[in-house]
């Protein structure tokens, strides 16, 4: 602990890692900026935990360097790095009280007078009274914060968490992601979130990259994945997306955009939304997300804008939840289109059965490469793999 | 009728506990006995003359010194050799791991007559001298397997997250090992440790085939019995009965107390 070069990125350059034939993580080129919030999020399995331990020293890089600020770390062992961990299971020791538990890191490196921190330390979680329980006498919610204090009292460079929140029910879940956020805004470390969670990772992180098959599939602010998906598999992780296969009839005519047909339907969408570059005669994947689409009863067809996108379809299925309400509507171009629709203003006429127009703005649509599987990241792909394992 | 049905419990609990408790009462009344022969088996008259002179009768104290010696040393061996070996199996991938997993057993399951007549085999092949180590090697031998099986049990149940959560809070190796496994796995190796003891100092059988000359407790009062039960064997181990619940009060009351000094 020589070392005292504030903060720095953690730059990870060509790493991967093996396990005998099995590739965990490809080789893997990622800069994590000093100060940020950043999320690794994907399905268990996609390597996101096996990067998180390379960045922490518990796993050996196969290939590549793990790099702090200026300084090469990828052989330093775990207790010689200025990082640390708050751990899935919490690992807080069990023959040990709070107080001790939180002052370890600082005794292991020799500092004497730890009670003003560790009792600071406490506060900033909350946890001051609890000081002499132990571990096992504390809610899964206090120990998880303990695991946060331990960790983040020896102001580490960068702070790693290996989904810490799994445990948690979904309103301590909640409540606990606005709390991190607070702590990482006050103390300023830069954090690294491991999550299989999409909305708890769009939440918290400042930058989301997004994992599959130890593969970075996509890296950017959640808005912009959100909105702008390059991959089938990011486009159903992140929420849900309508997916259309088309075929492109023009390429650049009225102001940049993409002309495609599917099953009779004319869509429209702009060139630079689509993330291979399409060609006349080749197909396209034209995604939209539900919210995006408004729904209007068939005779009324007439009141929409010109300009608009259009596809005609029978809903199949409708569910009231609240703040809006899901359809799901058969139509030629995809069997099954969702639709949200804010309850604003609900209309009576639109039930299962009813005969819909729905309509969306192009600028709305993005485009797809359409060699990929249209059902990558979806939870029904999800579902059918743990059949698999299950029957294996 | 209505009373014996509530009670049920209560009275097989306090009929098992005589049953269990009966021989050491028998023990106990024995050592202030007076006897007028040679043989302590029928009551006289009340004494302490035995609790007077305990070491009153020749070489009983020396092989009861012999034995504590013995069991202490078997002890130490046993559970660090033991606690080792546990921690290896369960940590790491080896050749002929699981070889050793199973092998290491073997004495528990083996009829210790068997064990003890291969050993004095071996003993006597190798031109060994038969004594106090030749006892000792024994003892460690068969008390490794109970160790191995109390450690094993604890380092298995350890959530391996805490010694990763160690290194990563900046304790190297040595650290790690002895602030949160070895702490951890504490328990594991008393038990182990007592059992180890128990099992050393009360052996008969394979002490009897490879001590040569030497004397140890058990020996000697199977040696008495053929020629006379001296009194003194009753007070060593009435001794010996209320030291070993002794140890057992205070363990639980210190663990009471511990327990109630934390709220909740």
């Known amino acids: ?392 | 009728m209505q009373w014996l049905r509530r009670n049920l419990v209560v009275i097989a609990g306090l009929v098992t506990l005589a049953y269990l408790i009966l021989p050491n009462v028998v023990v106990t009344v024995f050592s202030f006995n007076n006897p007028t022969g040679r043989f302590n088996y029928a009551w006289q008259e009340f004494s302490l003359d035995a609790w007077k002179d305990p070491c009153g009768v020749a070489d009983l104290c020396d092989s009861l010194a012999l034995s504590l010696q013995i069991a202490l040393w078997a002890t130490l061996g046993a559970t660090v050799l033991g606690a080792m070996i546990a921690f290896a199996l369960v940590r790491y991938r080896f050749r002929a791991r699981g070889a050793v997993n199973s092998l290491i057993f073997m004495p528990m399951a083996m009829p210790e007559i068997v064990m003890a007549a291969s050993l004095l085999a071996l003993f006597l092949n190798m031109g060994i001298q038969l004594g106090f180590w030749t006892i000792l090697i024994a003892h460690i031998m068969f008390c490794l397997s109970f160790v191995v099986a109390a450690v094993k049990a604890r380092v298995l149940s350890m959530d391996p997250q805490l010694e990763e959560a160690a290194r990563d809070l900046y304790a190297g190796p040595a650290q790690t090992f002895l602030r949160v496994t070895l702490p951890i796995a504490a328990p594991g190796i008393a038990a182990g440790a007592l059992l180890s003891f128990a099992l050393s100092f009360d052996d008969f059988i394979i002490t009897n085939f490879n001590s040569g000359n030497t004397v140890t407790f058990p020996m000697f009062v199977w040696g008495s019995a053929q020629r006379g039960t001296p009194v003194q064997i009753n007070v060593i181990g009435t001794a010996m009965f209320v030291l070993a619940v002794l140890v057992v009060l205070v363990g639980q009351t210190v663990g009471a107390r511990r327990k109630k000094a934390q709220p909740e």
């Open chain 1, 1 to 392: 602990m020589t070392d005292k070069t504030e903060g720095g990125d953690v730059r990870l350059a060509g790493i991967s890692k093996h396990y005998g034939t099995f590739t965990a993580v490809h080789p893997l080129d990622l800069t994590i900026p000093q100060g940020s919030f950043f999320a690794l999020l994907g399905a268990s399995g996609c390597g996101k935990t096996t990067t998180l331990r390379m960045i922490a020293g518990l796993e050996e890089p196969s290939t590549g360097t793990v790099g702090l600020g200026d300084r090469d770390v990828t052989h330093l062992p775990p207790y010689k790095r200025p990082v640390n961990t708050v751990f899935q299971s919490y690992a807080l020791f069990p023959h040990m009280d709070i107080y001790e538990n939180v002052a370890f890191g600082l005794r292991r490196r020799g500092i004497t007078s730890v009670k003003k921190q560790v009792d600071e330390m406490l506060e900033l979680v909350q946890l001051g009274q609890f000081a002499r329980r132990k571990p096992h006498q504390l809610s899964g919610g206090q120990q998880q914060r303990v695991a946060v204090a331990r960790a983040l009292i020896n102001h580490p460079q960068v702070l790693l968490l290996d989904e810490p929140l799994g445990a948690l029910d979904l309103k301590l879940r909640r409540q606990m992601q606005l709390e991190l956020k607070r702590i990482q805004t006050e103390v300023g470390i830069t954090f690294v979130h491991v999550t299989h969670d999409q909305e708890e990772a769009m939440t918290m992180a400042d930058t989301v990259a997004v994992m599959n098959a130890g593969r970075v599939e996509q890296l950017g602010a959640p808005a912009e994945l959100y909105e702008n998906p390059r991959t089938t598999f990011v486009a159903n992780f992140l929420g849900t997306s309508n997916l259309i296969q088309a075929s492109v009839e023009s390429v650049g005519g009225a102001g940049g955009d993409v002309d495609v047909s599917a099953s009779g339907a004319k869509l429209r969408l702009p060139v630079a939304r689509c993330s291979t570059t399409p060609r006349a005669g080749g197909q396209l994947l034209v995604g939209v997300r539900p919210e995006k689409i408004s729904v209007v009863p068939a005779d009324e067809e007439h009141t929409i804008g010109a300009g608009r996108n259009k596809v005609t379809g029978r809903i199949v299925d409708s569910s009231f939840i609240g703040v809006s309400t899901q359809y799901v509507v058969d139509s030629a171009v995809c069997p099954e289109l969702e639709v949200y629709v804010q309850n604003i203003e609900r209309d009576g006429r639109l039930v299962p059965g009813a005969e819909v127009v729905l309509h969306w703005n192009p600028e709305h649509t993005f485009g797809l490469d359409a060699a990929q599987s249209m059902l990558a990241g979806t939870t029904a792909v999800a579902g059918a793999e743990q059949l698999v394992e299950e029957s294996a």
